[in-house]
């Protein structure tokens, strides 16, 4: 069995999948290495109650490879696993893919030019490396005095336990972002008692969701320029959305549905005055549900509005001093996003790691290549989230670049291509500049969109359009080739 390619994808999730799919257009010799045993991704991994997306299914899936099934606008975690895996599988992408295969290093090698990656199956290399690992792959487990030492049962959101039996339980919920949001009004009826510890209150708009009949299913499915349609006007509305977030004062209105929401769902003033923000809509990541509020009424459930400061025994002791003693405790406490472990995993050919280039603050030239790491590029990358929209748009748009170095690359006898530093600094210096007058920074909340340098290095700072524009255009000029009779970079 061979272990040496033109490229090699790590991870078959919807960046990995996209990728294999476009590699195989070109006529590349690829192949994917995926942990887990099927593909999927996040969508594999997330099976908790409720677990559901957050942009309108039109727009969350490839705009080549259109799904005219889905039930609901919103699709739900077992139909979005349902059609990766209908996607993989018409596109032949299983042959190309090895599971069960870990990757726990990889290093560029100079002297040949070539990617070595070390993995659960031994060593593979290749002339290009595509990292698709995504950025909520790695689950955040919090650092809480004493909660390694609880005796119940304890799990994290994205690694859900199933055999374990909530009914009559006491659970205490810790974190209030976009999964908790999710499974809170599913398991808060069949808990005895929930306490839901909020370090931060969150916006929450209501989700325009509703089932989609099966006539207009079938409408769509017979008239694909229906859906077509349909994914345009969505994407209309939220690049709408989009600049509010760019322009911070119109964000009061969106604010306003946010108040009037909380005013409609939760009557009682002093459990609607701690679930109410302090800080501007958008500066963390809008969440949508019509049953979290509602389900923070419950005579069963508990807001505790302080983070947990420790766990003793069986007890949680938040900051303010509550005691709580439960049965269980769910993590809804988020993923390694900008601290991803691939930044440990990378290494230039000197030996430094990605995260040694970082410090701290990942950045990238457009979000996928990094000075000093050769051939190698990163899909859903620094500094290309969005607050409004759709990774699918992002992930598109790479795609195109990544494509086109690519056949750049095998048609114009390059060995190794490594962006020149100074381009990357000027474009990250430009990033920033107009990323510091947008609600994520100026919004006056501590979000995930800061790195530990307090440096935002998740969002673009500019429309759709333009990052499709932008990220979606190869420019050669941006990097320092090599041919095959030329020395190759060591990094």
Request: with cysteine; aromatic share 10%.
């Amino acid at each position: 069995m061979s272990r040496s390619f033109e490229v090699l994808v790590v991870g078959a999730g919807c960046s990995g999948i996209g990728a294999a799919v476009r590699l195989k257009r070109l006529g590349v010799d690829f192949a994917v290495l995926e942990k887990a045993d099927d593909f999927g991704g996040t969508w594999r991994a997330n099976t908790y109650p409720g677990c559901a997306c957050d942009v309108p299914s039109a727009l969350y899936s490839y705009s080549d490879e259109p799904n005219a099934d889905w039930s609901r606008v919103y699709g739900t975690q077992p139909e979005i696993l349902a059609y990766l895996r209908d996607v993989a599988r018409r596109n032949g992408i299983a042959e190309h893919t090895r599971f069960g295969v870990e990757m726990f290093g990889a290093r560029w090698d100079p002297a040949a030019a070539r990617w070595r990656l070390e993995t659960t199956d031994g060593e593979y290399d290749a002339r290009f490396l595509i990292a698709a690992p995504g950025p909520w792959n790695e689950p955040l487990v919090p650092d809480i005095p004493g909660l390694a030492g609880f005796p119940g049962e304890i799990f994290h959101s994205a690694r859900w336990n199933h055999d374990f039996d909530l009914t009559g339980k006491r659970v205490a919920v810790l974190g209030t972002g976009a999964s908790a949001v999710q499974f809170v009004p599913e398991i808060a009826p069949r808990v005895a008692a929930l306490h839901l510890f909020q370090r931060t209150a969150q916006w929450v708009l209501p989700k325009p969701d509703v089932r989609v009949a099966r006539a207009v299913r079938r409408l769509m499915g017979a008239f694909p320029v229906v859906q077509r349609w349909l994914r345009g006007a969505e994407y209309g509305v939220m690049e709408a959305l989009g600049t509010g977030f760019r322009h911070p004062g119109l964000m009061r209105a969106i604010q306003a549905i946010g108040r009037a929401h909380l005013r409609a769902r939760v009557r009682d003033d002093a459990l609607r005055a701690a679930l109410t923000p302090d800080y501007t809509i958008g500066c963390k990541r809008l969440l949508f549900s019509n049953a979290y509020l509602p389900a923070l009424t419950r005579p069963n459930v508990t807001v505790v509005p302080s983070e947990v400061a420790e766990v003793r025994g069986s007890t949680v002791v938040a900051a303010d001093g509550t005691t709580t003693e439960v049965d269980a405790i769910i993590l809804g406490t988020g993923f390694h996003i900008l601290d991803m472990p691939l930044a440990d995993l990378l290494r230039d050919g000197g030996g430094r790691t990605l995260g040694e280039h970082w410090r701290g603050s990942p950045q990238a030239y457009l979000g996928s290549v990094t000075a000093g790491f050769p051939n190698a590029f990163t899909l859903l990358g620094p500094n290309l989230g969005t607050g409004h929209s759709s990774a699918f748009m992002i992930l598109e748009a790479q795609l195109d670049y990544v494509g086109d170095a690519i056949a750049h690359a095998r048609a114009h006898g390059w060995q190794t291509m490594s962006v020149r530093p100074e381009v990357q600094d000027a474009y990250n210096a430009e990033v920033q500049q107009a990323v510091a007058t947008t609600v994520y920074n100026t919004g006056g909340c501590r979000s995930y969109y800061l790195d530990a340098n307090g440096r935002n290095s998740f969002i673009w700072p500019w429309s759709t359009p333009r990052l499709r524009r932008r990220v979606g255009t190869f420019d050669p000029r941006a990097f320092t080739p090599t041919t095959a009779d030329e020395p190759a970079q060591a990094g």
